[in-house]
């Protein structure tokens, strides 16, 4: 007897191979049988004629470990098929916890947290505080970098000494002995901008050492672009399979340097480096409106920023070389490019949705200035959606066969409030909707390959992103026909159109479009 059976469906199995009409039987968590089971008998059959099933969508970036305590059923990417995300992305992650830099940490992630407990010192500790969660999907998580940094050394722009890198070496030890499955780097953001290779080297050899592997969102995505590629090469002298975050060029200038970069990733793959790229699919990106600032300002984390601000000479230096579009190197301020998505609740709530010149405008500020005092108004706490791509760079990336969908996602249900980015909402529905069915850019079963089986790789799990007997019972529904994403900026909280069931482990979560409630996500942990 099976415990559930997907019946009649076209199966996209997650390999890239053509889909075939079939059906699926579960057992428990796992998938027992597939093929032509209509002599079977099961507990529960979902009649999937004319659909489509596939392995359930694994999001290799997110940020959501500051925001699942808070919306833990994960609606905006579960609703679209995913069933596992991996969190600690770009640095950034909720461990470790020293007590005496905690306010550091707090300030560092403020544009993420969605109003974390904190009451946790490592991987251990958060993940059980994960697991008292009414989760809906998987986790699995890494450590960042800039949270092993504050631990030990604070925001202080300066190489580690050889204790402080012993230090931090041990941290990521142990958050390896705790299951994650990688070590971030977040290399635009402070503190982790202040690492130079060699620390970065020195760390991820201890990833090597556990089978993990290294993530990195890189030192530049503009005007440095190739170097910051370049510097992935931290994975071959680490010995370690590297992870290249939402791939991207930013800047008008830099538009087209893609072809470039993966011809890069092409020669590191041929010269026997296991690196894959992942991206989300739209032309803007969002971080924190902090990101714009010059890197020297951050010294010291965002109570130095801001009281650099208060000092009348410093605050203009920082003034004239945002004005100027930023230092040369990373880091730029291009205003009109910029959409303030979110901030805490108050009188600038107005500002969400506008363009930073709009905002300027208004106030009959410079945007510059528009921006700082935001910043100041709110320790930080700003969001940012950055026009900054173009659509055949987009679709340049996707194409590339070592590039997996993945969202860059953090805000997780409608109640977050806010214009956040839409790619939480919609990143898979909208590369299935619009790069495969309108424009072709992919074939389906090729863009359902980079949301399954190459991510489930890159995290070292066989029993993840297929559609085989053995495999966690892991699924996805959809109309391949209206399978779309409804997200825009203006209004990013509108769920996808056309899934219409999610399995997590065999329990369905999204029945008929709808949240069922079921318990069914677990911490993964790396084998
Ligand atoms: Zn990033």
């Not at 053509?18 to 597939?34: A, N, Q, S």
């Not at 620390?199 to 005007?223: I, K, M, N, W």
Request: hydrophobic share 45%.
């Amino acid at each position: 007897m099976l415990d559930l059976l997907i019946r009649g469906a076209r199966i996209v199995d997650g390999t890239g191979n053509p889909w075939w009409p079939g059906d699926v039987g579960v057992r428990g968590d796992r998938i027992v049988e597939v093929g032509d089971l209509r002599a079977a008998a099961a507990r529960r059959v979902l009649d999937a004629a004319g659909a489509v099933v596939a392995p359930g969508f694994i999001d290799l970036h997110t940020h959501a470990d500051f925001t699942l305590p808070c919306y833990p059923r994960a609606a905006a990417m579960v609703r679209q098929g995913v069933t596992t995300q991996l969190v600690g992305n770009c640095g950034f992650s909720p461990f470790p916890v020293v007590p005496q830099r905690l306010d550091l940490l707090r300030a560092y992630a403020a544009f993420v947290d969605a109003g974390l407990s904190w009451d946790w010192r490592d991987a251990a500790g958060y993940a059980a505080a994960l697991e008292r969660l009414p989760l809906a999907c998987n986790v699995a998580l890494q450590v960042g970098h800039g949270a092993v940094r504050i631990a030990v050394m604070g925001f202080d722009d300066r190489p580690p000494s050889a204790a402080e890198l012993d230090a931090m070496r041990r941290l990521v030890a142990g958050a390896f002995e705790e299951g994650v499955f990688a070590l971030s780097t977040g290399l635009i953001y402070v503190p982790g901008s202040y690492a130079r290779t060699d620390e970065l080297v020195a760390l991820a050899e201890v990833a090597a050492r556990y089978g993990g592997f290294y993530s990195s969102h890189v030192r530049g995505e503009g005007d440095t672009l190739v170097g910051a590629i370049e510097e992935a090469e931290v994975g071959r002298r680490a010995g370690v399979p590297v992870q290249l975050s939402h791939h991207k060029a930013s800047g008008r200038r830099n538009w087209g340097r893609v072809a470039q970069t993966l011809a890069m990733v092409d020669r590191a793959r041929a010269a026997g480096q296991d690196v894959l790229a992942d991206q989300y699919p739209y032309t803007a990106g969002s971080t924190t409106l902090a990101a714009t600032v010059p890197a020297w300002a951050m010294q010291g984390g965002l109570d130095a920023l801001l009281a650099r601000l208060a000092d009348p000479p410093t605050r203009e230096r920082i003034r004239t070389e945002m004005a100027g579009g930023g230092a040369p190197g990373e880091r730029e301020f291009e205003p009109e490019a910029i959409m303030i998505s979110a901030l805490p609740p108050g009188p600038d709530s107005a500002c969400e949705g506008m363009m930073l010149t709009e905002i300027a405008a208004a106030r009959g500020e410079e945007p510059v200035d528009a921006a700082l005092g935001l910043l100041e108004r709110h320790r930080g706490a700003v969001q940012m959606v950055v026009f900054s791509m173009s659509e055949d760079d987009v679709r340049c990336v996707m194409r590339h066969p070592a590039v997996a969908i993945a969202s860059d996602g953090w805000t997780l249900a409608p109640e977050a409030g806010g214009r956040p980015h839409p790619r939480s909402y919609g990143t898979y529905a909208r590369v299935l909707g619009r790069y495969v069915r309108e424009e072709g850019v992919l074939r389906l079963e090729e863009a359902v390959r980079k949301m399954t089986s190459l991510p489930a790789r890159r995290l070292g799990r066989r029993d993840l992103g297929l559609i085989r007997p053995g495999c966690a019972a892991d699924l996805v529904v959809f109309d391949p026909d209206r399978v779309a994403d409804l997200a825009t900026f203006q209004e990013p909280h509108r769920f996808c159109a056309g899934v219409s069931h999610v399995v997590v482990g065999g329990q369905l979560v999204i029945e008929d479009g709808r949240d069922t409630g079921a318990r069914a996500g677990r911490v993964l942990r790396r084998a």
